[in-house]
């Protein structure tokens, strides 16, 4: 399984992104991967080819009105281990011994 954080923004769309991000996300939504929304961008996690293909829709939907998009994405691929999204933070916290904010 495969952790992706991503971040995309039509740097020719002026300085607020809110609405290109809700589009995004209504595609991020409907592929039915588990994922979490932050202030700087997305976590979503699934299987590489279903995470490069959700990324090409999302850029796909922003190039219908966009001529400049920029794009960065991290990955964190782990053979044994699915649930992540949720999994890595609660351990964090055991080590911690305390609760985080999260959100």
């Given amino acids: 399984m495969t952790l992706m954080e991503f971040t995309m923004i039509p740097l020719d769309k002026g300085v607020s992104f809110s609405a290109y991000v809700a589009r995004i996300l209504d595609i ?18 699934g299987e590489w080819e279903e995470l490069l293909g959700l990324m090409t829709r999302c850029l796909s939907e922003l190039q219908k009105d966009s001529d400049r998009i920029s794009v960065s994405a991290k ?9 992540r999204l949720a999994g890595k933070v609660k351990s964090v916290e055991q080590k911690a011994r305390r609760s985080l904010k999260t959100s």
Wanted: proline share 0%.
């Fill in 28 to 45: 991020v939504d409907e592929s039915g991967l588990d994922y979490h929304l932050t202030a700087m961008g997305t976590l979503v996690e």
């Fill in 75 to 83: 990955f964190d691929y782990r053979k044994d281990k699915s649930g």
